[in-house]
């Protein structure tokens, strides 16, 4: 299982590469440092983490240790620690490894999910697909009742461009994680938010916020409804993704399983 979920990680995130991810941060004696260097860093030793979650002081930390990493390589190359023997082996087996990570994405690659082959699935997998009811919603979360007061009359000021205005107020106001992202929220049910912001969220229409501040341990938020999912089967189209996702996957690992077992007939294996 183990092995599977790495594949699994793997088939999906080389294949995730933005041109967000490619911009360059920094450059160290001619060395750039690009974002995706800095997504792979926070993958490899902050799991969970992302990017665009993290503080101002989380980003140039990570960017920090970035450089370090450049200038410390340069001065072992500058000792010729490569050469050493130990580094060596180290290397051919890195190597390795990323041998096969590159095959195995190019194998992934080869996969093509028809759209009748995931309607099937889905048809035959409806109750996977039930869903509770779910709202996304933008948010700006404040210290004191004044500041979200103050925030809520200036956006009924702006009520024909309120999604605009509540953007660049969350932005430039809120003091929680998404505010770099407009406040925006990933989907959620009712019970995976604290009562106080879900019954304020699932109350409201699209397209309209909350007219008085909502309070919770975090501090007073300003919420925007973007849309709401009632409960139910997920209709095909929202789902189709994930169905093309989960069959790759299983025609990914019946074809590692007809490769290994091809191979392992002419190949030489010891077991000790």
Known sequence: MKVMLKTTLLMFSLSTVSLWASEI??????KEISQQDINNFIITNMPGAHYNFLSEDEKKS???QMIDRKLFAEEAKRLNIESNLE?????????????????????????VISDKEAKKYYE????????DASVKVRHILVKTKVEANEIIDELMMNKSTLKEAFIRLAK????????????ELDWFIQEQMVPEFSDAAFSLEEGSITTEPVLTQFGYHV???E???EKGIAPFKDVKQDIVKTLKVLQFKKELENISEKMRKTAKIIVK
């Open 87 to 111: 580094f060596q082996i180290a290397l051919e087996k890195a190597k390795d490894k990323l041998l096969v990570d590159y095959w195995m994405k190019e194998k992934a690659e080869e996969i």
């Open 62 to 64: 990570i960017l920090n």
């Open 227 to 229: 849309d709401k999912k």
């Open 172 to 183: 430039e106001k809120s003091i929680g994680p998404s505010a770099v992202n407009g406040g």
């Open 223 to 225: 919420i925007y409804l």
């Open 25 to 30: 941060v920094a450059v160290v004696n001619g």
């Open 124 to 131: 035959d997998n409806l109750n996977k697909f039930y869903k």
